[in-house]
């Protein structure tokens, strides 16, 4: 698996981690910044509360579906059984019970999870000098 495979999926988390710590209405210091950045978009002063919970719950899907995808290549479902509680907490730490610790947590554990999973499951027999068995030892291969 190449690095930049392995950058991507650990960037497909972010959207959703995005989207679930944006802070509350009642922060009157961030209405400038949420009503600059929709107006450098062209969408002017518009109200996103009713899009929050859909918008989190598509995006912690799409990082789900990144956790599941070739799942069997990589650790097996393990990241993706983690990354299921991780969502469930983000959504209820978020959206139920008004809980930083819960959201908060279950981003951590979200990104733990995409860790998990791009992280390469053995190094060994990537190519023939680093295998400890490879047909040249390490000595071999300085010698011109």
């Not at 999973?117 to 010698?143: D, Q, R, Y």
Request: aromatic share 12%; hydrophobic share 50%; glycine share 8%.
């Amino acid at each position: 698996m190449s690095q930049r495979t392995r950058c991507m999926k650990l960037l497909s988390a972010l959207p959703a981690i995005g989207i679930a710590v944006l802070p509350k209405l009642t922060c009157a210091a961030c209405w400038p910044i949420y009503s600059g950045l929709l107006s450098s978009l062209g969408l002017g002063f518009v109200n996103y509360t009713p899009y929050l919970l859909p918008l989190t719950v598509f995006f912690l899907a799409l990082s789900l579906a990144a956790l599941a995808y070739r799942a069997r290549n990589r650790w097996g479902y393990r990241p993706f059984i983690l990354g299921l509680p991780a969502a469930a907490m983000v959504i209820v730490g978020k959206f139920v019970f008004d809980s930083d610790m819960a959201l908060y947590s279950g981003a951590a554990l979200l990104v733990g999870a995409s860790f998990w999973n791009s992280w390469p499951k053995s190094l060994s027999g990537s190519c023939p000098v680093c295998a400890p068995n490879g047909p040249l030892s390490i000595s071999e291969h300085k010698k011109p």
